[in-house]
C-alpha cells in the first residue's frame, strides 16, 4: 500500500476526484493525509468528512521560504509518503524541498506546458489567440512548472470564451487525467527517461474531452 499526500491550497476538486477515484478503482494505495497552507481552503472540509488526515501549515506563520517548506517537509514526512501531489497548491517551493521529493512529487498546471507557465494561464491562452488550450500533469523539478510531462489535457479554445468558461473546460478533463495519472505511479507504470515520461501499459498520455 503506497501513501499519497496530497497538498491544496483552495477548493481541491482534483484532490476531491483523486480521493473518489483510489475507493472505487481499489488503488494499492490510500490518500494518507491532505495539507493545506491556508486555513481555510475548502477542500479541508471534505478529506476531513472521508476520515482523511489534514493538516494546515500557513505560509502566514514563517519568515520565508525556507522555514515553511522545511515546516511542510516535516508534516508531510509524519504521514511517509511514497507520493506527493500537489493538487491547486499556489506555493513557490525551493529547491531543496522540489529536491527531497525529487521523483515522487506530481504537478498539474493549468496550460500545455512549456506554453504559459505561472498564473493567469487561460486568460493568456486566450488573448494569445491559441486554438486549443489544456492541463499538464509533470514530475515537480527546481524550476516553476517545469520537469518531465506525465499527461496532457487537450480542449478547444472555442468563439466567445473567457476566463471562466475555457477554466470550466480544462478542469472536467484535469478531473480525469490527474486520478488516472497518480493511478500510473503508485501501479510503478511509468518510465522516466530524461524529460520524457513513458506510461508502460500504452494507454494514452493525451487526454480529449470525450
Ligand atoms: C486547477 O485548475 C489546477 O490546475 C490549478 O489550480 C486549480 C486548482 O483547482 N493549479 C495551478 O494553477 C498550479 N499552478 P482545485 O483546487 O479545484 O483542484
Given at each position: 500500500m503506497k501513501n499519497i499526500v496530497i497538498l491544496i491550497s483552495g477548493r481541491g476538486?482534483?484532490?476531491e476526484a483523486?480521493?473518489?477515484?483510489?475507493?472505487?478503482?481499489q488503488w494499492p494505495a490510500r490518500i494518507a493525509a491532505v495539507v493545506s497552507n491556508r486555513p481555510q481552503a475548502a477542500g479541508l472540509a471534505f478529506a476531513?468528512?472521508?476520515?482523511?488526515?489534514?493538516?494546515v501549515v500557513d505560509h502566514k506563520a514563517?519568515?520565508?521560504?525556507?522555514?515553511?517548506?522545511?515546516?511542510?517537509?516535516?508534516v508531510i514526512d509524519g504521514f511517509a509518503p511514497d507520493l506527493v501531489v500537489l493538487a491547486g497548491f499556489m506555493r513557490i517551493l525551493t529547491p531543496?524541498?522540489?529536491q527531497r521529493y525529487g521523483g515522487r512529487m506530481l504537478n498539474i498546471h493549468p496550460?500545455?506546458?512549456p506554453a504559459f507557465p505561472g498564473l493567469h494561464?487561460?486568460?493568456r491562452a486566450i488573448d494569445a489567440g491559441c486554438h486549443v488550450?489544456?492541463?499538464?500533469?509533470?514530475?515537480?523539478t527546481a524550476e516553476l512548472d517545469h520537469g518531465p510531462m506525465v499527461a496532457q489535457a487537450v480542449v478547444p479554445v472555442l468563439p466567445g470564451d473567457d476566463e471562466a468558461s475555457l477554466s470550466a473546460r480544462v478542469l472536467a478533463q484535469e478531473h480525469r487525467m490527474y486520478p488516472r495519472a497518480v493511478r500510473w505511479f503508485v501501479e510503478g507504470r511509468l518510465r522516466v527517461d530524461g524529460a520524457r515520461v513513458q506510461q508502460l501499459g500504452g494507454e494514452a498520455q493525451v487526454f480529449t474531452a470525450p
Open positions: 476538486s482534483n484532490m483523486m480521493v473518489k477515484a483510489c475507493a472505487a478503482e476531513a468528512q472521508h476520515g482523511i488526515a489534514t493538516a514563517y519568515p520565508d521560504r525556507d522555514s515553511f517548506d522545511a515546516e511542510l517537509a516535516r531543496g524541498f522540489t496550460s500545455l506546458l494561464t487561460h486568460q488550450a489544456g492541463a499538464t500533469v509533470h514530475f515537480v
